[in-house]
Structure formats: structure tokens, C-alpha cells
């Protein structure tokens, strides 16, 4: 295993694990990280509270090619409160037209209510 800090949409890589914790709000996030990872790899993302909304998290997660596998709370901690991580298996390519560019996925996330950061 090996850990590296890149940025999602200048990579070429084919991953089996990517992680990520606030960089993009959830559920954008799987979309911004869906060339990364190859068929059956798993995404991570750690969250914070329980506060997405979950037809938008349907529709991310379809039209990038995953599906959840199950989400786990973690022990919440005094400075970063409730935390839970999600287990997202890729199983298929995303659609066509996906991933946008990472301009367009910046601008429609900046006015959704999901997080990718630990508030």
C-alpha cells in the first residue's frame, strides 16, 4: 500500500482504495474521483454529520457508476462532533458526459447541502 496526496482531476491513475475528507462537498465528491478508481474499487469518503440529501446522493452514485456498500459512525470527538465514513463500491464506468469538468462540479456543489468536510 502506498498513500498519495493528488489532485483528482489531473491524475491518471487506476486505483483499487481512494479515500478523501473534505475537498468537495459529498456527494460531488464521488463524482469528482470516479476516473480514479477501477471497476470494483472502493471509494471512502470520511463525513461529518448525517445531513445529505439522499435523492441526490442516488442520483450522484448511479450516474458515476457506484453503489453504497454500507456507511459506519464513527465515535464522535468533542472538537469535530458526529463523523461517519461511507463504503462506495465502483461497479460499472460512469455515464456518458461524466465526470463533468471540474468547474461544473465545483459551481453546482457550492449550492448543495451535502459536506465533505467535518464541521
Not at 49 to 78: A, M, W
Not at 84 to 103: D, M, N, Q, T
Request: proline content about 5%; some cysteine.
Amino acid at each position: 500500500m502506498k498513500f498519495q496526496f493528488i489532485r483528482a482531476e489531473e491524475s491518471k491513475l487506476s486505483l483499487n482504495y481512494v479515500t478523501s475528507r473534505g475537498f468537495i462537498p459529498y456527494p460531488y465528491s464521488i463524482e469528482a474521483i470516479c476516473n480514479l478508481l477501477k471497476i470494483n474499487g472502493t471509494y471512502v469518503p470520511f463525513l461529518g454529520k448525517h445531513d445529505i440529501d439522499t435523492n441526490l446522493e442516488k442520483k450522484v452514485l448511479s450516474y458515476s457508476g457506484f453503489k453504497l456498500e454500507f456507511s459506519e459512525d464513527l465515535v464522535p470527538l468533542e472538537f469535530l462532533g458526529m463523523r461517519h465514513i461511507k463504503f462506495l463500491k465502483k461497479v460499472s464506468s460512469p455515464r456518458h458526459g461524466y465526470p463533468r469538468a471540474w468547474k461544473e462540479i465545483s459551481k453546482e456543489s457550492k449550492g448543495a447541502n451535502g459536506k465533505d468536510r467535518i464541521d
